[in-house]
């Protein structure tokens, strides 16, 4: 996949076990290439620590450097998937795969529904309800 060769460096190491993890600050060296896949970072870190799911291996908020060349970021590394599920912040894990991202209605749509709902009056508006119930379904 890349010809150029990548080199990772650990810094302010801390193991965390209150959240069942290890965190670090990751210094990623890739001279010759722009920057390295989430997916790539994954990989390495996990033969790096010996980790048995690559999943609980958990790299956020890279930075890459001026001209490129090094990136720096965040890496968290949980005993297990589900302490990572439990623990982790929802939007890391949805990018990651992990989680489903959880679909809501917008603001706009909730206040809309609710000004439609004070137009109608007394058995109207329970006759609106459940057409509104069945529209859904």
């Known amino acids: 996949m890349s010809q150029h060769a990548i080199t990772l460096r650990t810094r302010q190491f801390v193991a965390n076990p209150l959240m069942s993890r290890r965190q ?3 210094d990623v060296s890739h001279p010759g ?5 989430k997916k790539e970072i994954i990989e390495k870190v996990a033969k790096m620590f010996k980790v048995k799911d690559p999943s ?3 790299p956020f908020s890279f930075k890459t450097a001026y ?6 970021g965040f890496v968290c590394v ?10 982790h912040t929802k939007c890391h894990l949805t990018r990651l795969g992990l989680i489903d991202k959880v679909e809501r209605k917008g603001r706009k749509g909730i206040k809309e529904g609710k000004n439609r ?9 329970r006759i609106a309800r459940k057409r509104a ?3 859904e379904a």
Request: charged letters at 30%; aromatic letters at 8%.
């Open 78 to 87: 949980y005993n297990s998937l589900e302490e990572a599920k439990k623990l």
């Open 33 to 37: 290439r722009a920057t390295v896949s």
């Open 24 to 26: 670090f600050v990751l």
């Open 133 to 135: 119930k069945r529209a």
């Open 56 to 58: 609980t291996v958990i």
């Open 117 to 125: 709902g004070k137009k109608t009056f007394g058995l109207g508006r």
């Open 67 to 72: 001209g490129g060349g090094k990136s720096t």
